[in-house]
């Protein structure tokens, strides 16, 4: 007997066996940024605290500009003068710098000396004038004139008075130190000065002179902060 025919099979399916990936254990968060330290509050670019209420700017910030102010023309100053000596040729005098270093007088040696500008003052105190032009004068300083004083400092200006009616160096008056007291402030050595239209490096300030005279004539003067007072 034949088997019985097999019915329609079923079949079975296997659902297919998928795996979740497992759920990463939460860590620690990690660290915020630290923010940007606060910088120092500017108005303009500038600290705040140079300004007070009302936008005014304060005494310490007016100083700051003014001192600002005062380099940057004294650079113009100095970079005019220098284009302006430029342009002379150097046989006339041009492009040359004399130097602010005091140096020892080589005896018998011609040398350049420091210098110094002097302006000249009446009895009064005003600036003395010839042809509507300020008197002024550049001195020379010279170290160890003398042998027997090496470090002896020695002025050498003219006499406005004989400069009337004589050369110019027929005029000169030599102050030395150890003959009439006075002393060189080098705090602003190396200034720039301007005589005659060429640049010069100044030496310092002469201050606190005794009272000299001209040995040709009765003028008498002395000397603080580069001025020089006449006394009659």
């Not at 005494?59 to 102010?69: L, T």
């Not at 284009?83 to 041009?94: F, H, L, S, Y």
């Not at 008197?135 to 008075?161: H, K, N, R, S």
């Amino acid at each position: 007997m034949p088997d019985d025919a097999a019915g329609p099979t079923t079949p079975v399916v296997h659902p297919e066996t998928t795996t979740e990936p497992e759920s990463a254990a939460p860590g620690p968060a990690p660290p915020a940024e630290p923010e940007p330290p606060l910088g120092p509050q500017t108005v303009f670019g500038l600290p705040i605290d140079m300004f007070v209420k009302g936008g005014t700017s304060t005494m310490a910030h007016d100083r700051m500009v003014h001192e600002e102010e005062t380099d940057a023309e004294r650079r113009r100053d100095e970079q005019a003068a220098m284009r302006k000596v430029a342009a002379i040729p150097v046989e006339d005098g041009g492009a040359k710098l004399y130097t602010n270093y005091l140096a020892p007088n080589p005896s018998g040696l011609p040398m350049e000396w420091a210098k110094v500008l002097l302006e000249y003052l009446t009895a009064g105190g005003e600036q003395l004038m010839h042809r509507s032009q300020p008197v002024q004068c550049l001195a020379d300083v010279i170290v160890g004139l003398d042998p027997l004083y090496p470090e002896e400092l020695t002025l050498v200006l003219v006499c406005p008075e004989c400069a009337r009616r004589m050369p110019q160096g027929q005029c000169q008056i030599q102050i030395r130190q150890r003959n009439r007291a006075w002393y060189l402030d080098t705090r602003t050595s190396g200034d720039l000065v301007v005589f005659d239209d060429a640049p010069y490096r100044s030496a310092g300030m002469v201050m606190d002179s005794e009272r000299f005279t001209c040995p040709r004539c009765a003028w008498a003067a002395h000397i603080d902060k580069n001025r020089v007072r006449s006394e009659r």
